[in-house]
């Protein structure tokens, strides 16, 4: 018989950590929506596919170098993986998910 085991874990991070976590989700945050916005023009303006990197933006944004690079490729990989299901006809243009996170997060609250 086969089944699925889970665990739960709950870190307590030391301030240096809390501080180390937030610049990256913040880091990660900005990268997605430089490359969000700057694959959207040059769509717009050529009709053609293009991604930027994370280390394209490093040379300009300096902060970008003190979290890790592999939250911030993943960062990439997520708008690529968008960009090719809208392509393919596998998802629509969605505009901003604010209003839908913003959404999710007051339901996680209550």
């Keep these: 018989m086969k089944y699925n085991l889970a665990f739960k874990y709950r870190i307590y991070p030391n301030k240096d950590q809390e501080l180390l976590i937030n610049k990256t989700f913040g880091c990660v945050r900005f990268v997605y929506n430089t490359i969000l916005y700057t694959a959207n023009k040059f769509y717009e303006e050529t009709g053609k596919n293009k991604i930027i990197t994370p280390a394209s933006l490093k040379s300009e944004n300096q902060f970008l170098k003190e979290v890790d690079s592999l939250a911030l490729?993943?960062?990439?990989?997520?708008?690529?993986?968008?960009?090719?299901?809208?392509?393919?006809?596998?998802?629509?243009?969605?505009?901003?998910?604010?209003?839908?996170?913003?959404?999710?997060?007051?339901?996680?609250?209550?």
């Design 73 to 110: 490729s993943n960062a990439q990989l997520n708008v690529k993986r968008s960009f090719t299901n809208f392509f393919q006809k596998r998802a629509k243009f969605r505009g901003s998910n604010l209003k839908r996170i913003m959404l999710k997060v007051t339901r996680q609250i209550v």
